[in-house]
Structures are given as structure tokens and as C-alpha cells.
């Protein structure tokens, strides 16, 4: 065990764990913010340089502090050692230029990105990035590429963070995409435009922190936050089957995995829950899903009717406060009265 | 009996002579009404006379196009969500090969509309257009016989290229100044040549 101090918080963690991982488990503001890391996929991180922080003692035997500011989640924690994320200026001066890097040769064409309201880059952007950009050239451009008839790429709003790429790699069988190219030119694709037939293909849009690749059945269809996202299940022979289903009406318009408060993956879907199951018909529907209160999405999302059903069942079976009950199929359903 | 030691007795009074002759108040009430012919009517004769309004008076919407002609609007959503009212609906397509000059972006508002009985002509939705695509005039909404009239589809919205409608009175200095740079993507047109810098393979 290893016992570290991030923003003057203490714990004890086991040995290896990454920083970014330790304040993970510490939670809250302190936790750095992360464009390439995914907690699914292995030897994801590295790439992207938002989650860095300043170790200001390297551990207790070498007290010394790291000499320059290192990634969070590529560096294991030493016993005594002391980081600092948010207490540290510097730190927030230079993710705010990362996100200027970023930002750099990224097209900021949000009004027309189907991924805009639900997308890492805004968010980063918005809460750690600066009002102007000092670049002054002419941005990369790149020719369209088709992938297939589910996923659109979109080149120029790749930031090369290598998540789809792992995806591929550890998820599916035999990759048929990769990052051709070297350096400023290096850009994602399929080798000579191979069809993506995978059955676990569709994951690598919804491990895409930008819009770069999005579903080409959802594309421009609605706007992110005018669909009510809802939790459901199936029984599905390929996969765990627990999806998120995003409503508009009555109509299901798309289906991806369910995301953690960090935007990771929980479960893999595959291909046949997330493009041919679209009718509410196909799931078992668990409520909605939980949405942060500082997300566009939530605006108009009553999750609270959830917590309101069970105060009324409570209140109905006159059982005491935080009894819990379950909510089965239908517990969205006005006219449902069980 | 009483709640509170505040009530007080209402009697009614016996009229006096003159009071009961009416006449005295129909003559007083008479007079007044006789003494505002003479005065300065505030009322205008609209459409042949035309108030004058404030440089940013908030009046019917209009749809910009751009200066080549393209459609400005973009679907993005933006002034749906900022409106408090809930009077913008929009649903939006993907812009096909040969229509460049109709759309500027590749995904257009396909239906636009404006519940106009719903607006309460606050420009938030101008405020939230991140293209420059929305902006309120000094245009008085029509008034119409049924609802259905004033829901206002894009047929009514988007501005006409021989009568364009001059909305530079909305706009700052400083974002009029910033249209004239072209280096950036939002102020180019499709016409505007875009040298490529990267070459794919």
C-alpha cells in the first residue's frame, strides 16, 4: 500500500495504482480531467496531456520533487508521494495549454456535430481552455473518407487520442483501422477504406471523446439534448445487453452504452443492440439515466420521476422513508398503476 | 359579527334634488369627452404612417443568408434551447452534392418554424446564434385570422436575396469588424477558394 497526498487529500491506495486512479478514488474536483485515458481498455493514456499534474514530493525515500509536470495517468503513485492538481497554478496554465493544442487544428464545428452537448473536448474546453486561440494558420484538412454505413468519420475532429484504435485492438477480432501516418499528418482510418463488419465495431463511437466518430443512423438527427436518455436491458447472446436507450418521443433514435460520470464505457454493446434494436418493444426499460446536473442534457430530463415514484409507492404502502422499491418494466409508464 | 373593530356602517343617502336630475353629471361627463377631440391623438395611422422605432426594436425574425447566397442557419439548435418560450422547432437534413449554394454548412434546417404567438420577441435566440443566422427586425408581425397562420416556417423566415434585410443596426462594431477576416471558417464562403494544406496521400 502507498499512501499519497493529492491536493492536500491523504489516502492509501495499493501499489501501482496510477495518480489519476488515486484521485479517482479520492472523487470530486480534484480529479484531473482526461481526453485519451479509458479505464476499459489497456495502455490507454499518455497521448492527450490533459490529465497532467505536479508532483511536488516524489516519494518518502526520494523526497525531491518531479522536475517537470508528468501525466497522471501513465505515473504510478509512490508511497508519500505528494501531487498537486488544482492547488497549483502553473498546472492549470498548462492545461490550459493543452487544450489550446487540442483546440489547434480542431475544425470548432460544434453546430454541426452530432456529438456537441455530450462531448469531452466542449467540456474540457469550456472548463479548463482559454476564450481565443493564438493559431493562425489555415487548419488541417483532410479528404472524406467513408467507413461503412454505421459510423461517420469526421478526420478533422480527431485529436488522436487512440481510444477507437484500442478498441479495435482489444475488443475486436482482426483490426481493420488504425492511425496512418506520422505527426502533424497522422490521422485515423481504415486500411484502404475496409468496411467496419465487426460485431463490437459500433464501441468505438462511444469511446470517441470528440465527434470524429459518430453514428451514421443517429447522424443529424436530433440534437443530443433534445433526447431523453433512458437505461435498459436485453437479453443479448452476444453482449452484457445494458444500453442506453435516447428517446425523442416515443421514438428510440439511438442506442449507445452506458457511460460513467468520467464518460468511459461501463459495458461493451454489440453491433445488433446498438443499431437494429430501436423499438422500445426490443428492451426492458430500467429508468432514466442519470444525467449531471451541469450537462445540457439535463435540461427538460425529469430523472426525478424515478425518486418521485418510489416516494408515491412508498408513501402509498405507508412504508417508512428509504425503503427501497424496485422499479420494474413500465415504471415510466403514466398509465402504469402497479 | 364583525372579525375586526375596523369595519364601518355604509348608509345609503338620500339623493338630493340636483343629483336626482342626472342632467348636471351627464353634461360634466359630456364635456370631457368634448374636450379630447381637441387634443393630440397618440394613436398612428399604421402602415401609412410609421412610428418611429428604436435602432434595436425587436420585431419579426428574419433567416440570413450570406453574402453568396447560402442559407446561414445550421440546425445546431442553439436558439431552440435558449428560447423560454419553446416557440422554435427545427429538424434538420444533411446537405447533398450541388446544393453548396444553398446551404453553407453541411447539415441545414430542413423545417424551421416559429410560433410567433408563442415569442415573446426576448432575442435570446440571436444571442445564442453562433452563426450569425438568426436576428430580430424592426418588422411588425402581421396579424392573421387563425394560429396556424402565425406559425411561421422557413418560408416566411428566410430573407429573400433582391430584398435583403439590413440587420447591421443588431450587430456590434467588433463582430462586424471580425466578419471581414477571413481566416476563419465562419467567415467564408463556398465561393471563398480554401487551400488545402494537408496533403492525403
Known amino acids: 500500500m502507498a499512501k499519497v497526498t493529492i491536493d492536500g487529500i491523504t489516502i492509501e491506495v495499493p501499489d501501482g495504482t496510477t495518480i489519476l486512479n488515486a484521485a479517482r478514488m479520492i472523487g470530486g474536483d480534484i480529479v484531473p480531467p482526461t481526453m485519451c485515458y479509458h479505464s476499459k481498455l489497456k495502455t490507454s493514456g499518455g497521448y492527450c496531456r490533459t490529465c497532467l499534474v505536479k508532483v511536488s514530493k516524489g516519494s518518502e525515500k526520494d523526497p525531491r520533487p518531479m522536475p517537470k509536470p508528468v501525466a497522471s495517468c501513465r505515473t504510478n503513485v509512490m508511497d508519500g508521494m505528494e501531487v498537486e492538481n488544482l492547488l497549483s497554478p502553473e498546472i492549470l496554465e498548462a492545461r490550459a495549454g493543452v487544450v489550446e493544442f487540442l483546440l489547434a487544428n480542431h475544425p470548432l464545428d460544434c453546430p454541426v456535430c452530432d456529438q456537441a452537448g455530450e462531448c469531452d473536448l466542449q467540456n474540457l474546453a469550456y472548463e479548463n481552455g482559454k476564450v481565443a486561440t493564438r493559431y493562425e494558420f489555415q487548419k488541417r484538412e483532410f479528404e472524406k473518407i467513408d467507413i461503412g454505413d454505421k459510423i461517420q468519420l469526421h478526420m478533422t475532429r480527431c485529436i488522436l487520442c487512440y481510444r477507437c484504435v484500442k478498441t479495435a485492438d482489444q475488443i475486436t477480432d482482426g483490426r481493420v483501422h488504425g492511425v496512418l501516418n506520422r505527426g502533424d499528418v497522422s490521422e485515423i482510418s481504415t486500411y484502404i477504406q475496409n468496411a467496419i463488419d465487426n460485431d463490437f465495431s459500433g464501441n468505438m463511437i462511444d469511446v470517441c471523446p470528440v465527434g470524429a466518430l459518430t453514428d451514421k443512423t443517429f447522424r443529424f438527427k436530433s440534437r443530443v439534448w433534445y433526447t431523453k436518455p433512458v437505461d435498459a436491458h436485453r437479453d443479448c447472446p452476444k453482449c452484457s445487453g445494458k444500453v442506453r436507450l435516447w428517446y425523442k418521443g416515443e421514438e428510440v433514435l439511438r442506442v449507445t452504452g452506458r457511460k460513467d460520470q468520467y464518460g468511459e464505457v461501463q459495458d461493451w454493446i454489440c453491433n445488433d443492440c446498438r443499431y437494429e434494436k430501436k423499438n422500445t418493444s426490443d428492451w426492458v426499460i430500467e429508468g432514466p439515466s442519470h444525467v449531471l446536473r451541469d450537462s445540457v442534457i439535463s435540461a427538460n430530463h425529469y430523472e426525478s420521476l424515478k425518486a418521485l415514484k418510489a416516494t408515491i409507492d412508498r408513501q402509498r404502502k405507508g412504508l417508512p422513508h428509504g425503503h427501497k422499491t424496485t422499479l420494474g418494466h413500465g415504471a415510466l409508464d403514466p398509465n402504469n398503476t402497479h | ?201
Open chain 2, 1 to 201: 359579527m364583525a372579525l375586526t373593530n375596523r369595519s364601518k356602517q355604509v348608509a345609503v343617502r338620500e339623493l338630493t334634488f340636483m343629483e336626482r336630475l342626472y342632467l348636471p353629471a351627464i353634461i360634466k361627463g359630456m364635456m370631457i369627452t368634448l374636450s379630447h377631440i381637441f387634443k393630440r391623438t397618440p394613436t398612428v395611422k399604421y402602415p401609412d404612417q410609421i412610428r418611429e422605432m428604436a435602432p434595436v426594436y425587436r420585431g419579426q425574425h428574419v433567416l440570413k443568408r450570406d453574402e453568396a447566397g447560402a442559407e446561414r442557419c445550421t440546425a445546431c439548435g442553439l436558439c431552440a434551447v435558449a428560447c423560454p418560450a419553446e416557440a422554435i422547432t427545427m429538424e434538420s437534413a444533411e446537405r447533398k452534392k450541388g446544393e453548396e449554394n444553398l446551404y453553407r454548412e453541411e447539415k441545414y434546417a430542413r423545417i424551421y418554424e416559429i410560433n410567433m404567438l408563442r415569442c415573446i420577441f426576448c432575442g435570446l435566440c440571436e444571442e445564442a446564434c453562433p452563426k450569425e443566422a438568426i436576428f430580430l427586425t424592426d418588422r411588425i408581425v402581421p396579424s392573421s385570422f387563425t394560429r396556424g397562420e402565425e406559425i411561421f416556417g422557413k418560408d416566411l423566415l428566410v430573407e429573400a436575396m433582391n430584398e435583403r434585410i439590413d440587420v447591421s443596426k443588431r450587430q456590434r462594431p467588433e463582430v462586424l469588424e471580425f466578419k471581414k477576416d477571413k481566416r476563419h471558417l465562419h467567415n467564408l464562403t463556398y465561393q471563398d477558394a480554401r487551400p488545402k494544406t494537408t496533403a492525403h496521400h
